[in-house]
């Protein structure tokens, strides 16, 4: 935790890509280690330009490359040899009953008069899956749920496999139409999206995403490459095209803002 007010908190998910096979793994497309984030951008307390400066901040350390929606010992191992544990979602658990452990011994504002759930790249996905898990454990006043780079542009076919093989389908977070899209390796986070946003309607969704992310690009094209998708390459022009096909489709939504 990084003290600040005790009535604002930063609920933060720490970005470090995704690993989901031997190939992605052993390449290094994900963080196997925790290290906090430098003190920049919302992590500032100096800069007068942020205005989360004077929030506290649960900053939850990323080190299982499973966007924050792991519970699975893989079949492959790690470059020690051993198997690849991936459970972010008992990491983020226990984030987020520490925070909830704070407000009931009053280290926290028993009602926070401002809660921000956040997170980038990797972390944006796990403020997307996180969201309603952390908006239902915190008492608040007001609250916004803000994921910044990663809107979820995924090789046709891929997404689905990929959120399986990660075991969130034992996460306990999907409704029961959700969980029989899961299991049946169809699941995408626009899916979770679409329930989950209008079940909120007085909290802003407020995607931040660059038009022509490289990296967002570069995972598309890993991802393509070693699944079984039909799509392996994307470009600029397409990408920029599929985050808006996304955007468009939370567009409907009066509390999603981009």
């Known amino acids: 935790m990084i003290p600040g007010d005790s009535d604002k908190l930063l609920f933060y998910f720490q970005g470090g890509g995704a690993c989901w096979d031997l190939v992605s793994s052993k390449a290094g497309l994900c963080t196997a280690d925790s290290s906090p984030q430098s003190p920049v951008g919302v992590f500032s307390r100096t800069d007068d330009r942020n205005k989360f400066k004077d929030f506290t901040i649960v900053h939850v350390l990323y080190c299982s490359g499973d966007v924050w929606g792991g519970n699975v010992t893989q079949s492959f191992n790690d470059n020690a040899g051993q198997p690849v544990q991936q ?5 983020a658990q226990a984030a987020l009953d520490w925070a909830k452990e704070q407000q009931v011994a009053g280290r926290l504002s028993s009602s926070l008069s401002e809660l921000v759930i956040m997170g980038c790249s990797a972390g944006s996905v796990g403020a997307q899956l996180w969201a309603k898990q952390v908006l239902g454990a915190l008492a608040f006043k007001a609250a916004a749920v803000i994921p910044d780079s990663y809107a979820g542009v995924f090789p046709p076919g891929s997404e689905g496999p990929l959120i399986y093989g990660y075991g969130f389908c034992s996460s306990g977070f999907l409704s029961e139409a959700l969980l029989a899209k899961c299991l ?3 699941l995408s986070l626009q899916d979770i999206m679409m329930e989950m946003i209008p079940a909120f309607p007085s ?3 407020a995607y931040i995403q660059s038009k022509t992310d490289i990296v967002q690009q570069s995972f598309y094209v890993a991802i393509g490459v070693t699944t079984q998708s039909s799509s392996k390459l994307i470009d600029p022009t397409l990408f920029y095209q599929d985050v808006n096909d996304i955007f468009g489709l939370y567009n409907a939504l009066p509390n999603f803002v981009t």
Not at 87 to 91: D, E, F, M, S, V
Request: cysteine-free; aromatic content about 10%.
């Open 203 to 205: 909290i802003p969704f």
């Open 87 to 91: 459970h972010g979602l008992a990491n």
């Open 184 to 186: 049946a390796q169809q």
